[in-house]
């Protein structure tokens, strides 16, 4: 059996880095709602909402960062939102909205749609839709009983560039990693580390085995033939 972070000391406190908050990437999915006391002033800004029939529940319009880090808005065109966190671009338009004269107390409610992040784990993928803030590895990946993780390895994208971070699960020093806290389109492998086989490799194993016991008995045979011809 495996103790994950080991070196954890029972009643010793620890300092915790908050949840880094989401940044907006090119190929971001943004769910953009206005609100404004008057409706009739908010519906330029909500063009792209869709109303659920009998349900009377709103989608928000959801846009594209496009490759330029922009999404086109209504009223407003073009609006730079790369590397931006929801709550900057939630303010961002709202300004601008304040600032144009459209609506004197916008209430604006940016999400994220695509948050998602794909787990390979012991040959299986398997493709996962966060809907909370802030997600970490440990709600992702959990050791359930007979699992063996040493270590995952968190391959991240950004600036259009990918980064592949180890994170050890013997140590607390998992929780300082920048990949601890997940982000969208994050890919999480789970190393077999040579701790689990697959029924495949169990199977090679035996059939090797066995062939290796037959070669023994025939070789063994062989020696007490020439022996007894001697």
């Given at each position: 059996?495996?103790?994950?972070?080991k070196?954890?000391?029972?009643?010793?406190?620890?300092?915790v880095?908050?949840?880094?908050?989401?940044r907006?990437?090119?190929?971001?999915?943004?769910?953009?709602?206005?609100?404004?006391?008057?409706?009739?002033l908010?519906?330029p800004?909500n063009?792209?909402?869709?109303v659920?029939?009998?349900?009377?529940i709103?989608k928000?319009?959801?846009?594209?960062?496009?490759?330029?880090?922009s999404?086109?808005?209504?009223v407003?065109?073009?609006l730079?939102?790369?590397?931006?966190?929801?709550?900057?671009?939630?303010?961002?338009?709202?300004?601008?909205?304040?600032?144009?004269?459209?609506?004197?107390?916008?209430i604006?409610?940016?999400?994220?749609?695509?948050?998602?992040?794909?787990?390979?784990?012991?040959?299986?993928?398997?493709?996962?839709?966060i809907?909370?803030?802030?997600?970490?590895?440990?709600?992702?990946?959990?050791?359930?009983e007979?699992?063996?993780?040493?270590d995952?390895?968190?391959?991240?994208?950004?600036?259009?560039?990918q980064?592949?971070?180890?994170?050890?699960?013997?140590?607390?020093?998992?929780?300082?990693s920048?990949?601890?806290?997940?982000q969208?389109?994050?890919?999480?492998?789970v190393?077999?580390?040579?701790?689990r086989q697959?029924?495949?490799?169990?199977?090679?194993?035996?059939?090797f085995?066995t062939?290796m016991?037959?070669?023994?008995?025939?070789?063994?045979?062989?020696?007490?033939?020439?022996?007894?011809?001697r």
């Amino acid at each position: 059996m495996i103790t994950y972070v080991k070196d954890i000391k029972y009643g010793q406190t620890y300092n915790v880095k908050p949840a880094p908050e989401l940044r907006v990437q090119r190929d971001d999915q943004l769910e953009i709602q206005v609100f404004s006391t008057d409706p009739t002033l908010a519906e330029p800004f909500n063009t792209g909402a869709l109303v659920q029939d009998g349900v009377g529940i709103t989608k928000p319009a959801t846009y594209i960062v496009d490759n330029f880090g922009s999404i086109d808005f209504p009223v407003l065109g073009a609006l730079p939102v790369e590397g931006l966190t929801l709550k900057e671009v939630q303010n961002d338009i709202a300004n601008r909205i304040k600032s144009g004269g459209y609506i004197k107390e916008p209430i604006v409610k940016v999400g994220l749609a695509n948050f998602t992040i794909t787990v390979l784990k012991y040959g299986s993928t398997s493709k996962m839709t966060i809907t909370e803030p802030s997600i970490n590895l440990l709600q992702v990946v959990v050791p359930t009983e007979g699992e063996k993780i040493k270590d995952v390895m968190v391959i991240r994208t950004e600036n259009g560039k990918q980064t592949a971070y180890s994170v050890d699960y013997l140590t607390r020093e998992m929780f300082d990693s920048p990949v601890f806290y997940l982000q969208q389109n994050d890919i999480v492998y789970v190393k077999p580390n040579g701790w689990r086989q697959s029924q495949t490799a169990r199977n090679l194993m035996q059939v090797f085995s066995t062939a290796m016991s037959v070669v023994s008995t025939a070789s063994s045979i062989l020696i007490w033939t020439r022996l007894a011809g001697r």
